[in-house]
T-cell receptor, first 110, second 112 residues
Framework: GEDVEQSLFLSVREGDSSVINCTYTDSSSTYLYWYKQEPGAGLQLLTY?????DMKQDQRLTVLLNKKDKHLSLRIADTQTGDSAIYFCAERRSFNKFYFGSGTKLNVKP | SQTIHQWPATLVQPVGSPLSLECTVEGTSNPNLYWYRQAAGRGLQLLFYSVGIGQISSEVPQNLSASRPQDRQFILSSKKLLLSDSGFYLC???????????FGSGTRLTVV
């Protein structure tokens, strides 16, 4: 990805909360996204947040956006082994081009 | 319903051979179409995008080209593959009014 940064790995125990962080670059990005990729598969859209929002909650997922610091986070409550995957954040720039981070590999230990 | 098809799922090609990967979308018209590449252990790199038939924009100069011969068909090609072309290639589309991309299942290309 171009200048969208994420930590590479996160390991948590089943039942704990996971927090995946992302720093993006373009302050004019209108939407920010979280995608999930399971092994050998394409990317699945998990959730997104509009840039004029600070927080969005969707069942076990909470997205927090700090526009001043260009910081985006994804919190997964009650993390399950099925949540093990790579999580990508992405920002949407002009012409609907999405720029992705390098992905955070979440490992959930039973 | 709207679906995206990408094939083949895996491909092993020798260095110097040509490449053609195809992506088609069903159930929609005039989608924005995108090709991404994911190198091993890395994020996604936008390669090409298209807003209409015959309209291709390249993000990164490289050994690849793209074409959109029909509204719902997007093709990624190379005349001569390099070892560095190995990776996981993903096609994606976005419809006007929708928020996110929908991705195909990907093609894993190994150049040997």
């Amino acid at each position: 990805g171009e200048d969208v940064e994420q930590s590479l790995f996160l390991s948590v125990r089943e039942g704990d909360s996971s927090v995946i962080n992302c720093t993006y670059t373009d302050s004019s990005s209108t939407y920010l996204y979280w995608y999930k990729q399971e092994p050998g598969a394409g990317l699945q859209l998990l959730t997104y947040i509009f840039s004029n929002m600070d927080m969005k909650q969707d069942q076990r997922l909470t997205v927090l956006l700090n526009k001043k610091d260009k910081h985006l986070s994804l919190r997964i409550a009650d993390t399950q082994t099925g949540d093990s995957a790579i999580y990508f954040c992405a920002e949407r720039r002009s012409f609907n081009k999405f720029y992705f981070g390098s992905g955070t590999k979440l490992n959930v230990k039973p | 319903s709207q679906t995206i098809h990408q094939w083949p799922a895996t491909l092993v090609q020798p260095v110097g051979s040509p490449l053609s990967l195809e992506c088609t979308v069903e159930g929609t018209s005039n989608p924005n179409l995108y090709w991404y590449r994911q190198a091993a252990g890395r994020g996604l790199q936008l390669l090409f995008y298209s807003v209409g038939i015959g309209q291709i924009s390249s993000e990164v100069p490289q050994n690849l080209s793209a074409s959109r011969p029909q509204d719902r068909q997007f093709i990624l090609s190379s005349k001569k593959l390099l070892l560095s072309d190995s990776g996981f290639y993903l096609c994606a589309w976005k419809q006007t009014g929708s928020e996110g991309y929908t991705f195909g299942s990907g093609t894993r290309l190994t150049v040997v």
